[in-house]
């Protein structure tokens, strides 16, 4: 599984880093296999209209084909990224079981 952290109008520094990879490690570990990429784009939306805002947006790429996508935006940095964790977590887990489950056809006529 492949790991990038981007972020702007901030510093991202290791620790930094470190804790946004073991926070979505914790979070996606079960689905590694399933996982061929994680882009996390970390954000400081201060301005004038925003206030003090920190967000978080993930894209997870499947090895199969198609992503899933959440973001989290919070007052402080480790809540947005806590809060995009939880969303993605939740999200891939519907989408893999969805994709697992056997379709129902209809029954065939002649």
Known sequence: M?????????????PLEELVERRFDFALGRFAGEIRRVDVKLN????????????????VTLRHGGSVRAEGSEEQLRD???????????????????????????????
């Open 80 to 110: 947005a990224i806590d809060m995009a964790a939880h969303r993605v977590r939740r999200q891939l887990g519907r989408r893999l079981d969805r994709d697992a489950r056997p379709r129902r056809g209809l029954p065939l006529t002649g």
């Open 44 to 59: 400081d939306l201060q301005g004038p209209r925003r206030g003090a805002e920190k967000q978080c947006r993930v894209e």
């Open 2 to 14: 492949e790991f990038e952290v981007r972020g702007r109008n901030l510093t991202l520094s290791d």
